[in-house]
């Protein structure tokens, strides 16, 4: 089965850019879109289709995709962005989940 | 407002039933692919099950097949998810959540409902 891969945990300080990894096989070939999920809450989508924005997702959260890694990029990392955050794909007609990084921001 | 409420959560005995239900409101929810999402406490997101607009098709991942069963009422603009056989490791927050076909993405989230399986 098809499975996607992202780091554990990434640190930044606030104001610099965060990039949050998902590796795949031939990734690239595939849409990817990113969730956002602070404790205790729902998850969020952040990003779909590898770079648009739903309404009201600010512009500093941006997206790439391309060979065998998506990226999900947060420019000016704020505090409110600490948060986990996945990635997911479609593997046919099965909706595959990353196993989540945790971003800190201090 | 767009909303999801999932219901009908709860302890379950390992073997046991239950049945998980999703009401959906603010959007044409009979147009819309759903989907159940699971979380086990402090771990990631799993996909579980997804059914077409008219409920037509029916998707499973490996873990669940053969044991849980989805179905929707668009009358009652609901969704539901049949649990049967459960076992410890279906312990989990169960989310619904609407596929939004023009990105392939899920757009529209639930609260949530816990379903803990022990004996």
């Known amino acids: 089965s098809y499975e996607v891969t992202q780091p554990l945990s990434l640190s930044v300080s606030p104001g610099q850019t965060a990039s949050i990894t998902c590796s795949g096989d031939?990734?690239?070939?595939?849409?990817v879109c990113w969730y956002q999920q602070k404790p205790g809450q729902s998850p969020v989508l952040v990003i779909y289709?590898?770079?648009k924005r739903p309404s009201g997702i600010p512009d500093r959260f941006s997206g790439s995709n391309s060979g065998n890694t998506a990226t999900l990029t947060i420019s000016g990392t704020q505090a409110m962005d600490e948060a986990d955050y996945y990635c997911?794909?479609?593997?046919?007609?099965?909706?595959?989940f990353g196993g989540g990084t945790k971003l800190t921001v201090l | 407002d767009v909303q999801l409420v999932e219901s009908g959560g709860g302890l379950v005995k390992p073997g046991g039933s239950l049945r998980l239900s999703c009401a959906a409101s603010?959007?044409?929810?009979?147009?819309?692919?759903m989907n159940w999402v699971r979380q086990a406490p402090g771990k990631g997101l799993e996909w579980v099950s997804s059914?077409?607009?008219?409920?037509?098709?029916?998707y499973y991942s490996d873990p669940v097949k053969g044991r849980f069963t989805v179905s929707r009422d668009n009358a009652k603009n609901s969704l539901y998810l049949q649990m049967n056989g459960v076992r410890d490791e279906d312990t989990a927050t169960y989310y619904c959540?609407?596929?939004?076909?023009?990105?392939?993405?899920?757009?529209?989230w639930g609260q949530g409902t816990m379903v803990t399986v022990s004996s």
């Open positions: 959540a609407n596929l939004f076909l023009g990105g392939n993405a899920f757009d529209i």
């Open positions: 289709q590898d770079n």
């Open positions: 059914i077409s607009s008219a409920g037509g098709f029916t």
């Open positions: 603010g959007f044409t929810f009979s147009s819309s692919n």
């Open positions: 997911q794909a479609w593997d046919s007609t099965t909706a595959v």
């Open positions: 031939k990734l690239g070939d595939k849409y």
